[in-house]
T-cell receptor
């Protein structure tokens, strides 16, 4: 069982609509949680990075939230655009003593349609 | 400023052959990481260089994989001999600080390896 679980696996929304992607993790000790966007055939690009002491971080139309107590995070996309179509990957890093290994989720495939 | 570059973008080889993947990190980044994504699975850690030294190679699948980073600049990942299960996308990433904390991690476009 992966230590970072994402839902839904895939999602289709209409342009202009909002959506929320979920991430549950069991990685411990926890250091930081990141959301990446990966376009088809490209490398992942960082959207947000949150430490355990942060509970929200925004980057334009992207807003990530973190609840370190329940080990849950969400990525909210506002006013979606066609260019938002991509895979969104939740990544958790180990904390003290864990070095800097990153544990990746399998991603949520988002498709934005007209 | 140039990003992380990887070569080749796609390689198709036969089982038993050798392939060498190359990664050029962002200039000045001491930390270089190799990751791999096998089809249908999540991206997984392979190893981490700090300059020319291997900091952590716990993710390397077996001794058919050899990573080097001569002079602390570019890195190569050699697979010899390649097996079918080695097929996937190999990502390289670099950071100026430790990625496990708040350090920004920059990924290359990946090298897709297909073993027939």
């Amino acid at each position: 069982k992966n230590q970072v679980e994402q839902s839904p696996q895939s999602l289709i929304i209409l342009e202009g609509k909002n959506c929320t992607l979920q991430c549950n993790y069991t990685v411990s000790p926890f250091s930081s949680l990141r959301w990446y966007k990966q376009d088809t055939g490209r490398g992942p690009v960082s959207l947000t990075i949150m430490t355990f002491s942060e509970n929200t971080k925004s980057n334009g139309r992207y807003t990530a939230t973190l609840d370190a107590d329940t080990k849950q995070s969400s990525l909210h996309i506002t006013a979606s655009q066609l260019s938002d179509s991509a895979s969104y990957i939740c990544v958790v890093s180990l904390g003290a003593g864990g070095g800097n290994k990153l544990t990746f989720g399998t991603g949520t495939q988002l498709k934005v349609e007209l | 400023e140039a990003g992380v570059t990887q070569f080749p973008s796609h390689s198709v080889i036969e089982k038993g052959q050798t392939v060498t993947l190359r990664c050029d990190p962002i200039s000045g980044h001491d930390n270089l990481y190799w990751y791999r994504r096998v089809m249908g699975k999540e991206i997984k850690f392979l190893l981490h260089f700090v300059k020319e030294s291997k900091q952590d190679e716990s993710g390397m699948p077996n001794n058919r994989f050899l990573a080097e980073r001569t002079g602390g600049t570019y890195s190569t990942l050699k697979v010899q001999p390649a097996e079918l299960e080695d097929s996937g996308v190999y990502f390289c990433a670099s950071s100026g600080g430790l990625a496990g904390y708040t350090g920004e991690l920059f990924f290359g476009e990946g090298s897709r390896l297909t073993v027939l």
